[in-house]
């Protein structure tokens, strides 16, 4: 399953509220009281959860209309609404799909057509004056009678294929133990039932030696007894198990380390309950998993966000295993270049009252919204570096601008040999570098990536050195000064061999005066028109080589040596 839409209507601060999900890793952000738990809870009392706590009641509905009915509203006679999409794919909710066929009701003949993927519209209305809710369920365009609605419903909920984490309460409040083996293949089960004979003989022989021993202890006593020592059964059908994690020479219970370790080992061992669950369910039983965490970033060093966050991204994906994530940090919000992934909720306000919660636009040039939030910034160098937050490489090497990077692109050609530039990731220009006085967001994408090196003009080097220094950023080894500290080349086309600029120059004397022009906006164009025409010659007659290269060389050996330490 995976959901596609899910539209709610009075249900606490959802008043009126349509949700499109369109990606495998959905991150649900605002601020605190915004209605991000009450669209989890919802999604949970559509679907159920599973759960190892027993006082978890999710398998019946929680909710009713005199409780949680919309405050604010003076007419409560429409019902609490709850509509959800789900597409459901033929090879993977082969179960669930072939349950549904069995409420349809079809023509004498007539077969259900086969696709590669299904529309199933799950609906919940809870009246005021009805103690029971009102279910619909629509397969693509059929929709099923009440009965099979609610069989269909029922199938669904007890399927254990939403799994609920919520990193707030990592502590084990009932249950003993950390999660169960319960979904076993053909060959498991023979295999265990061999090992769980042996098991049983064993313990009827030390059952046997235990019933003399007592019954001779028992026997000193005035009044006799009839012992005899039973062993239950062993079925095996549920086998609890305990986590530790390995230091060393050491395993230590998950329970002994610190709250960050165990959320993030807990989270996972979700997602192997959600990937054991997809792999190994039979055809009858098979539909995929959903899993929703509550604030996975909980307990968590920054560090340790970024790289939890781009696993449980990959995972989403790897697995097409659908996560839905609320969340306060900018780490764990979706870097697909789908900014419908992060979907950002925020409140309406009547007469300074918090009022309906509402789906705030992040697509176009809102992209920035939700990582504006969560940073605690609204900075205008958002734009300029919006491919960076969405880059998925590890490795980022940030230039001031389209000319840097065009100039860096060339020298990863293979034909440099070892001079190349040598580091598997992606380079970017940041526009500026005013960029980098954004300290916030400069600290964000260091501690995002494994691997940030920055580059930048030479003689912009007086204008971000305090902003550097305060992220103790270090000369040489995180950022690079471009350039040769010589009049006119404190840039990167300071590297260029002098026969560059002698040709562009000759067949542009008027551009080059107009470059030296007292119109400072006049000569900042012709300056600009000359740097691109440097570089169109650079690229038209450059050779691998020292003649060319020379400069830049030195730049890339300084550059290969920063990513190789990091």
């Excluded at 398998?59 to 007419?75: G, I, M, Y």
């Excluded at 807990?266 to 309950?273: A, H, Q, R």
């Excluded at 040596?561 to 990091?566: M, R, S, V």
Aim: one cysteine or more; aromatic letters at 10%; charged letters at 30%.
């Amino acid at each position: 399953m995976k959901i596609d839409r899910i539209c709610i209507l009075n249900y606490k601060t959802l008043e009126n509220i349509d949700i499109p999900i369109n990606t495998y890793y959905t991150a649900i952000c605002g601020k605190n009281n915004a209605g991000k738990s009450s669209l989890i809870q919802a999604i949970r009392t559509i679907l159920g959860s599973e759960s190892s706590d027993p006082f978890d009641y999710s398998s019946d509905f929680e909710v009713t209309h005199k409780t949680d009915f919309t405050k604010w509203k003076a007419e409560k006679i429409d019902p609490i609404s709850f509509c959800l999409y789900l597409s459901l794919d033929k090879s993977l909710d082969t179960g669930l799909i072939k349950f549904i066929e069995k409420f349809l009701k079809k023509n004498e003949g007539e077969i259900v057509e086969e696709k590669d993927h299904y529309i199933l519209q799950i609906s919940i209305k809870f009246h005021q004056d009805k103690s029971n809710p009102e279910i619909g369920v629509q397969f693509d365009e059929d929709i099923l009678d009440d009965f099979g609605s609610r069989e269909v419903l029922s199938k669904i909920r007890t399927s254990k294929a939403l799994i609920f984490h919520n990193s707030t309460e990592v502590a084990r409040r009932y249950s003993p133990y950390h999660g169960w083996f319960d979904d076993f293949t053909e060959n498991e089960r023979i295999s265990v039932k061999s090992k769980r004979e042996i098991l049983q003989k064993e313990f009827k022989k030390i059952s046997d030696r235990h019933k003399k021993d007592l019954t001779d202890l028992l026997g000193r006593l005035s009044e006799k007894y009839d012992i005899n020592l039973t062993v239950p059964g062993f079925s095996f059908e549920k086998v609890p198990y305990e986590i530790s994690l390995g230091e060393k020479d050491f395993d230590i219970p998950l329970d002994n380390w610190g709250s960050g370790t165990k959320n993030r080992t807990l989270i996972l061992k979700s997602l192997f309950n959600a990937k054991k669950f997809l792999e190994t369910s039979e055809s009858s039983r098979k539909i995929a998993p959903i899993v929703l965490i509550e604030e996975p970033e909980s307990f968590l060093h920054p560090s340790a966000q970024a790289e939890f966050g781009k696993l449980l991204q990959d995972l989403a994906t790897e697995f097409k295993i659908q996560i839905i994530t609320t969340t306060h940090s900018p780490f764990i919000l979706s870097n697909l270049d789908d900014p419908t992934a992060n979907i950002l909720l925020d409140r309406q306000f009547d007469k300074k009252k918090p009022r309906a919660t509402i789906k705030v636009e992040t697509t176009g040039k809102d992209w920035k919204k939700p990582f504006a939030l969560a940073l605690g910034i609204d900075s205008p160098e958002f734009d300029n570096i919006r491919s960076v937050f969405f880059s998925t490489s590890n490795s980022i090497l940030l230039v001031e601008g389209e000319t840097d990077k065009e100039y860096l692109e060339l020298l990863k050609d293979e034909r440099h040999g070892k001079h190349k530039l040598d580091f598997d990731g992606e380079i970017y220009s940041y526009g500026g570098f005013g960029t980098l006085n954004s300290t916030v967001m400069l600290k964000f994408l260091i501690e995002k990536y494994n691997k940030l090196v920055i580059t930048f003009d030479l003689d912009a080097f007086r204008h971000v050195r305090k902003s550097l220094e305060s992220l103790r950023l270090q000369d040489e080894k995180d950022f690079f000064k471009v350039g040769i500290d010589s009049g006119g080349k404190r840039a990167i086309e300071g590297l260029l061999p002098g026969n560059i600029f002698n040709k562009v120059w000759s067949a542009n004397t008027e551009l080059v005066q107009q470059s030296q022009s007292d119109n400072k906006e006049e000569a900042e164009s012709a300056k600009d028109r000359l740097k691109k025409l440097y570089l169109d010659e650079f690229k038209q007659n450059a050779q691998p080589g020292e003649e060319y290269y020379g400069q830049f060389y030195k730049l890339t050996a300084k550059l290969n040596k920063a990513f190789k330490n990091k």
